[in-house]
């Protein structure tokens, strides 16, 4: 079958960047005045996310050296709901393979799936805490701003999400995803997030904010009763700054790798469309891809293939590398089963290639807009077809890096 030929494409977006993280660290916590509150000898529990934050490691470091600067004892609880397999282990090697390790970060890791209930909303909703977080003098809630997979709010995924659904553990996140299955996303984060600052001991949060070339755009630091407003501030420059794709639609949108550590969802649905909302309209003006063809998974996510079942089209080899189980405890506690569906898969990238571009309608293989790209965080540089160029309204500023080329394969008929 004759493919269209590609470009590579690199693209413009805003690039506010935190060069010096400890300091930025420590000028976000300064302000807050923590020494206040936070007294020598007492323990502060720090929370720490399954998501692929950039430069994660010294940010917890950074803020583990200020809390000890006040005589505090931190230490760090991961903070991931269901994932790593919904098991203590699991969830500690999540932070290993990030580098949150005890020796680097300069404190223990203490994990465990067991919870208390906090307390209870004005709804008579039951708020979960980490249990080990709950038997701290302190908690500090430490975590990366961005818009949601699935839900769209003034509050979308940030600290709010992090006290409900990460220090929810398992148990809380399975009940919270139920329950967001019934009332709208807004109404419980914020429910859930108010009674926990009342009733746990939440000293502080620190928000981050990435531009759209993966790097540390923005710390902030927030003391309790501000999180919200915080949030909301933080998460108009996410939006502002998130990476996008250099055209709204595509016949085919070819994805390198998927991943937790990339996107809640595997891919970041407010990239590449396909956002579902529950209780509310989808959002406008969403990208539409007739298909989307995934290739394989990334190494961090441990098998973890959540959000697959979004793709037409997969590999052999990439549903060989799931591991199955820890994808059905993800998507199932998250009330979306569907996101562990398996696509069409083949062998070879070149049969998924010839499957998907005879059945894009009445347009001709060799004239069909492809775009591929590495992974929904990565769109620094992507490859479109010729006519991608010639027929599609540019969504981004980009320039155009490469003569067309045709697609290159191995021996085995895998793109290169």
């Given at each position: 079958?004759?493919y269209p030929r590609?470009?590579?494409?690199?693209?413009?977006?805003?690039?506010?960047?935190?060069?010096?993280?400890p300091?930025?660290?420590?000028a976000?916590?300064?302000p807050l005045?923590?020494?206040?509150r936070?007294k020598p000898?007492?323990?502060?529990?720090l929370?720490?996310?399954?998501r692929?934050i950039?430069?994660?490691p010294?940010i917890l470091?950074?803020?583990v050296?200020?809390?000890?600067?006040?005589?505090?004892?931190p230490?760090?609880?991961p903070?991931m709901?269901?994932h790593g397999?919904?098991t203590?282990e699991g969830?500690?090697?999540v932070l290993?393979s990030?580098?949150?390790t005890?020796s680097?970060?300069?404190?223990?890791i203490?994990a465990?799936?067991d919870?208390v209930?906090?307390?209870?909303?004005p709804?008579?909703?039951?708020?979960?805490?980490d249990?080990i977080a709950?038997?701290?003098?302190?908690?500090?809630?430490?975590?990366?701003?961005k818009p949601?997979t699935s839900?769209?709010?003034?509050i979308?995924?940030?600290?709010?999400?992090?006290?409900m659904?990460g220090?929810?553990?398992?148990?809380?996140?399975?009940?919270y995803?139920?329950?967001?299955?019934?009332q709208?996303y807004?109404?419980?984060?914020?429910?859930v997030?108010?009674?926990?600052r009342?009733?746990?001991?939440i000293?502080?949060?620190?928000?981050?904010?990435?531009?759209g070339?993966?790097?540390?755009?923005?710390?902030?630091g927030?003391?309790p009763?501000?999180?919200?407003?915080?949030?909301e501030k933080?998460?108009?420059?996410?939006?502002?700054w998130l990476?996008?794709?250099?055209?709204h639609e595509?016949?085919?949108?070819?994805?390198?790798?998927?991943?937790?550590?990339?996107s809640?969802?595997?891919?970041?649905?407010n990239?590449?469309g396909?956002?579902?909302?529950?209780?509310?309209?989808?959002p406008a003006n969403q990208?539409?891809?007739?298909f989307?063809?995934?290739?394989?998974l990334s190494?961090?996510?441990?098998?973890?293939a959540?959000?697959?079942?979004?793709?037409?089209?997969?590999?052999?080899?990439?549903v060989q590398?799931m591991?199955?189980?820890a994808?059905?405890?993800?998507c199932?506690?998250?009330?979306y089963?569907?996101?562990?569906?398996l696509p069409v898969?083949?062998?070879t990238d070149?049969e998924?290639l010839?499957?998907?571009?005879?059945i894009i309608?009445?347009?001709?293989?060799?004239?069909?807009?492809?775009m591929?790209?590495?992974n929904t965080l990565m769109?620094?540089?992507?490859?479109v077809s010729?006519?991608?160029?010639?027929?599609?309204?540019?969504?981004t500023?980009f320039?155009?890096l490469t003569?067309?080329?045709?697609?290159?394969?191995?021996?085995?008929?895998?793109?290169t």
């Open positions: 079958m004759p590609m470009v590579r494409l690199r693209q413009n977006f805003p690039r506010p960047r935190v060069d010096n993280i300091a930025a660290v420590r976000a916590l300064e005045g923590l020494g206040t936070i000898g007492q323990t502060v529990a929370t720490a996310g399954s692929g950039a430069n994660i010294l470091k950074s803020a050296q200020h809390l000890k600067d006040l005589g505090a004892k230490f760090l609880v903070a709901g269901s397999g919904g203590a969830q500690r090697a290993e990030y580098g949150i005890e680097f970060v300069g404190a223990p203490r465990s799936m919870v209930e906090a307390g209870t909303t709804e008579g909703w039951p708020v979960y805490l249990k709950a038997q701290a003098d302190h908690i500090g809630v430490i975590g990366r701003v949601h839900y769209e709010g003034p979308e995924s940030g600290l709010m999400k992090m006290m659904i220090l929810g553990k398992h148990t809380g996140a399975a009940w995803h139920r329950l967001l299955l019934e709208p807004d109404t419980v984060v914020r429910a997030g108010r009674t926990l009342a009733k746990a001991k000293a502080f949060g620190m928000g981050i904010v990435e531009n070339f993966d790097e540390t755009a923005l710390i902030e927030a003391l009763a501000d999180f919200e407003p915080v949030e933080l998460l108009v420059k996410a939006k502002e990476a996008r794709l250099p055209f595509a016949d085919l949108l070819i994805i390198d790798e998927i991943g937790k550590e990339i809640g969802s595997g891919m970041d649905t990239v590449v396909r956002k579902r909302a529950f209780k509310s309209a989808p990208p539409t891809m007739r989307i063809f995934i290739r394989g190494a961090h996510t441990h098998g973890n959540a959000g697959i079942g979004f793709a037409d089209f997969t590999t052999v080899r990439c590398s591991n199955y189980k994808t059905a405890i993800n199932t506690t998250s009330g089963p569907e996101g562990a569906n898969h083949y062998d070149r998924v010839d499957t998907a571009l005879s309608g009445t347009r001709p293989p060799e004239q069909a807009r492809v591929r790209i590495r769109l620094h540089e992507v490859e010729e006519p991608c160029l010639r027929e599609l309204r540019k969504m500023d320039q155009v003569d067309p080329y045709d697609m290159a394969f191995d021996a085995d008929g895998n793109l």
